[in-house]
């Protein structure tokens, strides 16, 4: 004799706990991380190792040996700005390298954020092919960037056409408040952009 069936057999538990029972897996074998918050009008471009990266959740990832710390993007901003009686779009490309953020000492994080434009777009392009071929760690990375000349700073700037103003697309590294992406507490960057008159920029700091 044969039977039709005529509605699914039922599972233990909800769909919805059945993901919040993944997201704590995937988290407890993740020992460090670092969330990815960019403004609403920029996009990630291009995410180094991805293989390290959660692209759904913007946040790197290390399971392990924390010397393999470093993580990149290249990202783009694409926003608006009134100048006057008129909206002025503007669009710029950035990149960003945080090394050692496995540490709990924010102290010990070294990052910095440049304009993917002339002179150094070229020079980046050259030094993410090389590392983006080979895995590189931490110490690695720092002599490469330094033998580059990539500058240790805390901001980019740059002057939308057609404005008397200048743009500063800065960055804060701060506590993350959700830890469920990660078995440990772990930090996060914020990226802001901020709008002065030519005049009135602040500085930007710089380090070695």
């Not at 092919?129 to 000349?149: E, K, M, P, T, V």
């Not at 590294?173 to 802001?192: H, I, M, N, Y």
Request: glycine content about 6%; charged content about 25%; proline content about 4%.
């Amino acid at each position: 004799m044969r039977y039709i069936l005529t509605d699914l057999p039922g599972v233990q538990g909800s769909m919805y706990s059945l993901s919040e029972d993944m997201s704590s897996l995937i988290a407890e074998r993740r020992s460090h991380a670092l969330k990815v918050e960019l403004p609403f009008d920029a996009e990630i471009y291009e995410s180094w190792p991805w293989s390290r990266f959660d692209d759904e959740d913007e946040i790197f990832f290390l399971v392990g040996d924390d010397t393999w710390d470093s993580a990149s993007i290249r990202f783009t901003l694409c926003h608006t700005n009134r100048a006057g009686s008129r909206n002025v779009y503007f669009h710029s490309e950035f990149v960003f390298f945080a090394l050692g953020r496995s540490s709990s000492d924010v102290r010990d994080i070294q990052c910095t954020l440049v304009n993917y434009s002339a002179p150094l777009a070229s020079t980046i392009d050259e030094l993410q092919g090389r590392i983006s071929a080979w895995d590189h760690d931490r110490f690695q990375i720092l002599d490469l960037l330094q033998y580059r000349n990539i500058p240790k700073i805390s901001g980019a700037l740059f002057e939308p056409h057609g404005t008397k103003k200048v743009a500063l697309i800065s960055y804060k590294l701060l506590p993350a408040s959700d830890f469920r992406g990660c078995q440990r507490k772990f930090w996060r960057v914020e990226f802001s952009i901020d709008i002065y008159p030519a005049e009135k920029v602040p500085g930007i700091e710089s380090g070695v």
